[in-house]
């Protein structure tokens, strides 16, 4: 029977970093050196990212898990999201393990979300080794980053041992790691393999202090779902031993309900694979399936002697948007679920397990109020349900407020940019507009700035595109949640008003010569619109409707052909961050899996001019 390890030949380590440090890269170093590969296998870059959006942005989404094999030791690895937005699922995975890798970029140093997983790292008592990585990069400075991290657990209140961290140099894309630097150090001259990187782990990270006699518990931290088994809980062995077939009790905290239930079948995980287990003792991951109910936070304990573990607490949701039913004109030609009760079970479905994320009910059964971490946690989830063939509208984010003691209080993020030296004024005045306050401001050897800010959450949805535009592309920004502070007034939102189609019918090039003139378009020739949908940003402050489905008349000296001559402005095309930064409070984003428009949330233009009229006095 497959016992599995016991604790002393575990180690179990998660590897956390700022987004884009070489984190995933990491691992895939690590499998290739313990041999989960082939020296001649196909193996794609960053294995653990599975999901296209994933692949798509370079980004870790869902933390993943894996495990190798080093000199008789069994290291389960688990690769953690950066970006702040998923740092419930960063906050969750650091309950599971013993020691962190902390992975920063050789270049850029210590940024925001390196801040926000250390500072978490640290308040969960555990030592991390710091992996100053991409050795390799052009520009890469790796002992001014060690200075950058060493004042960065300073600024964190770390204690004397963590302060203390164990320093390892790497490059994971070449799989090189080094215990020191050689002298003179030369990006172009790193040689040898990822070796020191393990042996580091076996040395810094301590075995699981687990008691594998005592009463059983089992945290679930992430959940996953196959086509076979059904829902699948992934969590550590903190204590006793679980077997497969035994009925056990599912308790959601002390105060939860004892569900009793049958764990039909138990896997470990070996490389990149969950393998069938017959027991799993404690210190040890294991992923369970047999529960149909089990959720994040749940404790699997004893069936004689239930003892649950307190609930797992994840900071709040900072940002809200507004999920309802697509009922635009061309509601249900373009998805697969438009219904209310597809959209509630998919968003109940997704809060289950995202635990950064909430889901409430609103009077009217056909919308919903979604919070999450921030915009791109919510973004994520629009894009995903727009993939998977999901029908439905969303509002402008708009941050969650609360009663303080001086007042109202609102989300605010610490941002850092590094900026060149031509685009400082204009980032400088943006921020100003954002309601921002400069912290710091230091200038580096290559002619850039860095730049720290703390702004209100609600200042930066869309930000991201205009400083792009700003720096002219050279820019690099960040920013994580840093707490709540006074409510700092209001913040200009577009400027310019919108273009709005006047009828239902197909745009014409002839109409849409016309309406270039009033503004920037967003929908090119050809293309069906209905009345009330947002085509345009006009030039001016107000809104303006538009026909843009005209018809030139034709006479015996012109012939159809015209049509065909006339010479349009390349109409803007607006990704879905960029549509949501793009609406105002009246306008809703239409999303479907072959297309995204905005549209005012009151199509009839008769009915918003006679709202328009009445808000001054609703207002007073």
């Not at 640290?122 to 001014?144: F, H, Q, S, T, Y």
């Not at 016309?514 to 619109?529: F, K």
Request: overall charge negative; hydrophobic content about 40%.
């Amino acid at each position: 029977m497959d016992t599995g390890p016991e604790s002393g030949a575990i180690r179990n380590v998660g590897i956390i970093a700022h987004v884009d440090h070489g984190k995933t890269t990491l691992v895939d170093a690590i499998l290739r050196q313990t041999g989960v590969f082939r020296a001649n296998q196909a193996m794609g870059e960053r294995v653990l990212d599975r999901g296209d959006l994933e692949r798509e942005r370079g980004i870790t989404i869902l933390a993943k898990n894996t495990a190798v094999s080093y000199h008789g030791v069994k290291i389960n690895i688990v690769d953690t999201p950066g970006h702040a937005d998923f740092g419930g699922e960063v906050e969750r995975i650091l309950s599971m393990v013993d020691g962190a890798l902390l992975v920063v970029d050789a270049f850029e140093g210590p940024m925001p979300q390196t801040r926000f997983v250390l500072k978490k790292a640290l308040e969960n008592a555990i030592r991390p080794i710091v992996v100053i990585n991409k050795l390799d990069r052009p520009g890469a400075d790796p002992l001014r980053a060690v200075d950058q991290v060493l004042d960065l657990f300073i600024a964190l209140g770390a204690d004397e041992e963590q302060i203390d961290f164990p320093t390892i140099f790497a490059s994971g894309r070449n799989g090189v790691a080094l215990r020191d630097l050689p002298e003179p150090f030369s990006p172009e001259e790193v040689r040898g393999d990822i070796r020191p990187l393990l042996d580091a782990i076996l040395e810094y990270v301590p075995p699981p202090d687990a008691d594998a006699q005592g009463v059983l518990q089992v945290l679930i931290t992430t959940l996953d779902y196959d086509d076979y088994v059904g829902r699948i809980g992934i969590g550590r062995v903190k204590r006793g031993r679980i077997r497969s077939g035994e009925v056990v009790a599912a308790m959601h905290g002390p105060e939860g309900l004892v569900r009793m239930a049958r764990a039909m079948q138990l896997y470990t995980f070996e490389g990149l694979r969950r393998v069938p287990a017959e027991e799993v003792v404690a210190g040890d991951i294991m992923a369970l399936a047999g529960i149909a109910d089990l959720t994040v936070g749940d404790t699997i304990t004893s069936a004689d002697a239930p003892d649950p573990l307190p609930v797992l607490r994840v900071d709040p949701p900072t940002i809200t948007m507004t999920f309802r039913v697509n009922d635009s004109p061309f509601a249900g030609r373009e998805g697969q679920f438009v219904t209310s009760r597809q959209l509630r079970d998919r968003l109940l479905r997704e809060a289950e397990h995202n635990v950064g994320l909430s889901v409430f009910e609103q009077e009217t059964t056909d919308a919903f109020t979604v919070s999450g971490r921030g915009e791109l946690h919510l973004g994520i989830l629009v894009e995903t349900m727009r993939r998977e063939g999901y029908e439905l509208a969303v509002s402008r984010p708009e941050a969650i407020l609360r009663s303080g003691e001086d007042g109202l209080e609102e989300p605010m993020e610490h941002l850092v940019a590094d900026v060149p030296e031509g685009s400082l004024g204009a980032v400088l005045e943006a921020m100003g507009l954002r309601r921002a306050e400069l912290q710091q401001m230091h200038p580096e050897s290559d002619g850039r700035t860095r730049v720290e800010f703390v702004v209100p959450a609600r200042g930066l949805v869309g930000f991201a595109t205009e400083f792009q535009t700003l720096t002219k592309g050279y820019g690099i920004m960040s920013h994580a949640f840093s707490g709540y502070g006074p409510w700092r007034g209001p913040i200009p939102g577009r400027a310019r008003g919108s273009l709005v189609a006047w009828e239902d019918g197909v745009t014409t090039a002839y109409a849409l010569e016309n309406a270039e003139q009033r503004g920037t378009l967003l929908v090119g020739p050809g293309v069906a619109v209905y009345a009330g949908q947002v085509v345009g940003e006009h030039s001016r402050e107000t809104d303006l409707d538009i026909n843009i489905c005209k018809k030139k008349h034709l006479t015996n000296m012109r012939s159809s052909t015209g049509e065909e001559e006339v010479k349009l402005t390349p109409f803007r095309v607006l990704s879905l961050e960029q549509a949501i930064a793009f609406l105002r409070d009246d306008e809703l984003l239409e999303v479907t899996p072959k297309a995204l428009r905005i549209r005012k949330e009151i199509l009839d233009r008769h009915e918003r001019g006679r709202r328009h009229e009445a808000a001054p006095t609703e207002r007073s």
